[in-house]
């Protein structure tokens, strides 16, 4: 079993504690002012860099101060082949928190050593005074220089925000996704919690700390580009995603990038959302080295799109939703049973700016941007999925030698062919790694996770009531059994699972799945049987060993697959105690 070291390591050199300061600016307006104006220039000084054809520009070490209202401020586009150095360089943003740092139709553009983060709370953070479990509420004292902001920077006194939970040493304690609606008190201090859904969590105890977080805005955008080159980065607080990129040609790579909470500070938190958003780019990009943690969401989320049939013309004419080239070759599939309804290549492809548009449900509906002629008759439903060829797909995405931990969700992917998941650690996880496509809803985010290698991973402490590795279907309608198997090519070698107390390894409709080599240990079942365990317990399709504890654990959970081969993983069932 080789698990490399090359596992980036945080860079804190202090324990938490409250009493370290919050990391952020207190500057006078006159002071502000000038970090505003110098930000201004080297925003020029990169635009006019790349105009005059420069190769480098080396931005001085300060700090600069932008307003993360990217439509009025902090946007560059149309960058061409520059390397920017910014070590020792802070990018701050002040509210509106809307997008920070964005790129725009940028070439060949590398950015390293920049950090990148907000002069304001992007959550806040209280203590806990007093946990009633009994009617399901939390008292809670604000901590100073948190109290709760809105994405405007004003103040606000209730509402309902994605809570997160902390010990009273700073470490996170692993809860489901827990919306929670708080109220603060006349004093402007005290705040009652009355968390939804999961309720609260049994570690949770006086003298911990609660988090609540916003849900608006990226740190670092990049839109429409191709090869961009982020290396060195850190960054350490958004009011939403941490990392988004869209559109455009991709193939951006991630190198060593922090996105974490500060260190040597009494900050909980990072991140009001997924952590790393990386969709819709025709090449998938390469994380390697990054550390992914303190987030309100994914950790991390790779997909590209699905197209929709929007109407059909006739049997060879019809629109579109998705992006479309004479030569494509598409591959329709039925949105309810997942079954191939044919494949055809496309003659003519026509954008159809004023194309019909088909409800989705109440809030959302399917645009017909292109009217595509194909070339052969087919019998396509409404809203049956287009698999795109190579376009918005984030085909050939790595993600190699990173560290995503302490968020109580996963790392998530959403489709996307032809990718390598390599050597990672995954740590304190709500889920572990979770392989699907998402059609529920306005969401359309695929293709299929075809040829994908899940190799030579470690997860710890992922998933105490859910899955560890998962492949499961969402097609429109929610999660149901299928005959059809979209999936193909995917294997799953050389992992570790360490004291799994949830079910290790559950697959759906895959026809090609290849799972060798895994090393696997199974928790003790004297502790609480997970509520994904007891479903796999009693299914006679679960492949399970004796162990030394007496009670057989099933470890592997197949359904609807095809071609499968399962070979040389050892099994280890842990006592309890030990």
Same mark, same amino acid.
Not at 494 to 504: E, H, L, R
């Given at each position: 079993?080789?698990?490399?070291?090359?596992?980036?390591?945080?860079?804190?050199?202090?324990?938490?504690?409250?009493?370290?300061?919050?990391?952020?600016?207190?500057?006078?307006?006159?002071?502000?002012?000038?970090?505003?104006?110098?930000?201004?220039?080297?925003?020029?000084?990169?635009?006019?860099?790349?105009?005059?054809?420069?190769?480098?520009?080396?931005?001085?070490?300060?700090?600069?101060?932008?307003?993360?209202?990217?439509?009025?401020?902090?946007?560059?586009?149309?960058?061409?082949?520059?390397?920017?150095?910014?070590? /020792?360089?802070?990018?701050?943003?002040?509210?509106?928190?809307?997008? !920070? #740092? %964005?790129?725009? &139709? @940028?070439? *060949?553009?590398t950015v390293r050593g920049l950090t990148i983060d907000y002069t304001q709370p992007c959550w806040f953070q209280a203590r806990v005074t007093e946990v009633d479990r009994e009617a399901n509420t939390i008292r809670a004292s604000v901590m100073p220089d948190y109290e709760p902001i809105n994405a405007q920077g004003e103040s606000e006194r209730a509402g309902e925000r994605a809570f997160m939970f902390y010990q009273?040493?700073?470490?996170?304690?692993?809860?489901?996704?827990?919306?929670?609606?708080?109220?603060?008190?006349?004093?402007?201090?005290?705040?009652?919690?009355?968390?939804?859904?999961?309720?609260?969590?049994?570690?949770?105890?006086? /003298?911990?700390?609660?988090?609540?977080?916003?849900?608006?805005?990226? !740190? #670092? %955008?990049?839109? &429409? @580009?191709? *090869?961009?080159?982020?290396?060195?980065?850190?960054?350490?607080?958004?009011?939403?995603?941490?990392?988004?990129?869209?559109?455009?040609?991709?193939?951006?790579?991630?190198?060593?990038?922090?996105?974490?909470?500060?260190?040597?500070?009494?900050?909980?938190?990072?991140?009001?959302?997924?952590?790393?958003?990386?969709?819709?780019?025709?090449?998938?990009?390469?994380?390697?080295?990054?550390?992914?943690?303190?987030?309100?969401?994914?950790?991390?989320?790779?997909?590209?799109?699905?197209?929709?049939?929007?109407?059909?013309?006739?049997?060879?004419?019809?629109?579109?939703?998705?992006?479309?080239?004479?030569?494509?070759?598409?591959?329709?599939?039925?949105?309810?049973?997942?079954?191939?309804?044919?494949?055809?290549?496309?003659?003519?492809?026509?954008?159809?700016?004023?194309?019909?548009?088909?409800?989705?449900?109440?809030?959302?509906?399917?645009?017909?941007?292109?009217?595509?002629?194909?070339?052969?008759?087919?019998?396509?439903?409404?809203?049956?999925?287009?698999?795109?060829?190579?376009?918005?797909?984030?085909?050939?995405?790595?993600?190699?030698?990173?560290?995503?931990?302490?968020?109580?969700?996963?790392?998530?992917?959403?489709?996307?062919?032809?990718?390598?998941?390599?050597?990672?650690?995954?740590?304190?996880?709500?889920?572990?790694?979770?392989?699907?496509?998402?059609?529920?809803?306005?969401?359309?985010?695929?293709?299929?996770?075809?040829?994908?290698?899940?190799?030579?991973?470690?997860?710890?402490?992922?998933?105490?009531?859910?899955?560890?590795?998962?492949?499961?279907?969402?097609?429109?309608?929610?999660?149901?059994?299928?005959?059809?198997?979209?999936?193909?090519?995917?294997?799953?070698?050389?992992?570790?699972?360490?004291?799994?107390?949830?079910?290790?390894?559950?697959?759906?409709?895959?026809?090609?799945?290849?799972?060798?080599?895994?090393?696997?240990?199974?928790?003790?079942?004297?502790?609480?049987?997970?509520?994904?365990?007891?479903?796999?317990?009693?299914?006679?399709?679960?492949?399970?060993?004796?162990?030394?504890?007496?009670?057989?654990r099933r470890w592997l959970d197949l359904r609807d697959c095809a071609n499968v081969t399962v070979q040389k993983n050892e099994l280890i069932h842990s006592r309890s105690g030990e």
């Amino acid at each position: 079993m080789k698990i490399d070291t090359q596992i980036p390591t945080t860079l804190a050199t202090k324990p938490w504690s409250v009493d370290l300061p919050t990391g952020r600016p207190q500057w006078t307006e006159a002071e502000a002012k000038l970090l505003r104006a110098q930000g201004q220039a080297v925003l020029q000084q990169i635009r006019d860099a790349s105009l005059a054809g420069q190769p480098q520009l080396v931005i001085a070490p300060r700090d600069y101060l932008f307003n993360a209202d990217w439509s009025k401020q902090s946007t560059l586009a149309e960058l061409t082949d520059l390397e920017i150095i910014a070590e /020792g360089v802070t990018f701050w943003f002040e509210p509106p928190m809307i997008d !920070a #740092l %964005r790129f725009e &139709d @940028c070439r *060949n553009v590398t950015v390293r050593g920049l950090t990148i983060d907000y002069t304001q709370p992007c959550w806040f953070q209280a203590r806990v005074t007093e946990v009633d479990r009994e009617a399901n509420t939390i008292r809670a004292s604000v901590m100073p220089d948190y109290e709760p902001i809105n994405a405007q920077g004003e103040s606000e006194r209730a509402g309902e925000r994605a809570f997160m939970f902390y010990q009273a040493d700073g470490s996170f304690i692993n809860h489901r996704h827990t919306p929670t609606k708080w109220e603060l008190a006349e004093d402007g201090v005290s705040m009652l919690c009355q968390p939804g859904r999961f309720g609260i969590p049994t570690a949770l105890q006086a /003298g911990d700390y609660v988090v609540g977080s916003l849900r608006a805005g990226v !740190a #670092l %955008r990049t839109m &429409d @580009c191709a *090869n961009m080159r982020y290396e060195a980065m850190n960054i350490w607080s958004s009011s939403g995603i941490a990392v988004y990129e869209g559109r455009g040609e991709g193939g951006h790579v991630y190198q060593n990038i922090r996105a974490t909470r500060r260190p040597d500070t009494n900050r909980l938190h990072a991140f009001g959302a997924d952590i790393f958003h990386l969709a819709g780019a025709d090449r998938g990009p390469t994380l390697d080295g990054c550390e992914l943690a303190y987030g309100s969401d994914d950790s991390l989320n790779i997909h590209g799109n699905f197209g929709r049939v929007v109407d059909a013309v006739d049997a060879t004419h019809v629109y579109l939703q998705g992006a479309y080239s004479v030569g494509d070759t598409l591959e329709f599939r039925d949105p309810a049973s997942l079954e191939l309804l044919g494949i055809a290549q496309v003659l003519q492809a026509q954008e159809t700016p004023d194309g019909p548009s088909l409800a989705i449900n109440e809030t959302y509906s399917a645009k017909g941007e292109y009217l595509v002629a194909l070339d052969q008759p087919l019998e396509l439903p409404a809203l049956s999925m287009v698999v795109m060829d190579g376009k918005q797909s984030a085909a050939g995405f790595v993600v190699r030698n990173c560290w995503m931990h302490d968020n109580f969700q996963r790392a998530l992917i959403n489709g996307s062919p032809g990718g390598l998941i390599e050597n990672n650690l995954f740590e304190n996880l709500g889920y572990g790694l979770c392989i699907q496509f998402e059609t529920w809803g306005p969401w359309m985010e695929g293709p299929f996770a075809r040829d994908l290698v899940v190799r030579g991973n470690r997860f710890q402490a992922c998933a105490p009531e859910e899955v560890v590795i998962a492949v499961t279907m969402f097609p429109a309608g929610g999660a149901k059994q299928w005959d059809a198997m979209p999936v193909t090519n995917l294997t799953i070698e050389d992992n570790v699972i360490d004291a799994a107390s949830g079910f290790p390894i559950k697959i759906r409709n895959v026809d090609g799945l290849h799972i060798r080599g895994n090393q696997i240990e199974l928790a003790p079942l004297s502790e609480a049987i997970p509520r994904a365990d007891w479903r796999a317990l009693k299914d006679p399709s679960c492949i399970w060993s004796q162990g030394s504890v007496g009670t057989p654990r099933r470890w592997l959970d197949l359904r609807d697959c095809a071609n499968v081969t399962v070979q040389k993983n050892e099994l280890i069932h842990s006592r309890s105690g030990e």
